[in-house]
């Protein structure tokens, strides 16, 4: 019995692993989407190609485990199918990749949280920071759509929630829907700290959390400015803020 090379065979194993793991990993990825509570995607993906590719892999592997059942040599062309088919499907990834938002959920929605607030500093006074929610509401139809899917389906837009005499972030908000901006005001206005409910950075499917990175919370923080002091950055770190987490009059 003549057998192909252990370079030849090693090859096809690599590629059939590399291309389970690819493709099976999307297409559960696009399975799980449909059923999830909640799903860090901006878009809910398709099974299709996925699905093919896999078929395709599993048709491929029978050929190249019938040869060499047979004992087909190293000169059989079915042993190169395994490696091609790699090849063609992460080029066919590459062309389709070019029509997709090539930034994750977690970069969204930290761009959402720096748009909210610059545009809600430009309400703020010298004293305070607004409060109403009558104010702030219209600000979120500049903001676009979360970068969240509920059960599969895309959110339409951000809602707000107002919360009044915070000492800091809100870190946990249950029952709260993912897409929701959570406005917490500081007493007597002198600051607001504005975090977002949808998905910890660690996460992509499961229960809606505090936008958060490293086990830290994604938050900005609006506050009065005098007329001649520019804005700074918009996000705070957690660790840095701790002992400002109560703004002092």
């Known amino acids: 019995m003549t057998l192909p090379s252990r370079k030849t065979l090693l090859g096809n194993v690599l590629s059939l692993a590399a291309l389970g793991w690819i493709y099976g990993g999307d297409l559960s990825d696009a399975l799980r989407a449909r059923s999830a509570e909640v799903s860090a995607l901006t878009s809910l993906p398709s099974p299709v190609m996925p699905a093919v ?28 199918l395994l490696p091609i088919l790699l090849v063609g499907s992460l080029f066919a990834d590459l062309v389709l990749a070019e029509s997709r938002v090539p930034l994750s959920s977690l970069d969204i929605a930290s761009m959402s949280l720096q748009r909210f607030q610059g545009l809600a500093q430009e ?20 903001l676009g759509r979360p970068p969240y899917l509920v059960k599969g389906e895309p959110l339409e837009g951000y809602t707000l929630q107002v919360r009044k005499d915070c000492e800091g972030p809100v870190r946990e908000a249950p029952g709260v829907r993912p897409g929701t901006l959570l406005y917490c005001v500081a007493p007597e206005r002198k600051g ?58």
């Open 53 to 80: 590719v896999l078929a395709l892999a599993a048709a491929v592997t029978a050929v190249v485990l019938g040869a060499l059942v047979r004992g087909k040599g190293e000169d059989f062309k079915g042993y190169r």
């Open 192 to 249: 607001a700290w504005v975090t977002l409910m949808g998905m910890p950075a660690e996460r992509r499917f499961g229960e809606p959390g505090i936008v958060s990175a490293g086990g830290e919370t994604r938050f900005v923080l609006v506050r009065p400015l005098p007329p001649d002091e520019e804005p700074t950055e918009a996000f705070r770190d957690e660790a840095a803020d701790a002992g400002t987490s109560s703004l002092q009059p």
């Open 123 to 142: 309400l703020t006074t010298d004293q305070a920071v607004p409060d109403d929610p009558r104010v702030l509401q219209p600000l979120l139809e500049q």
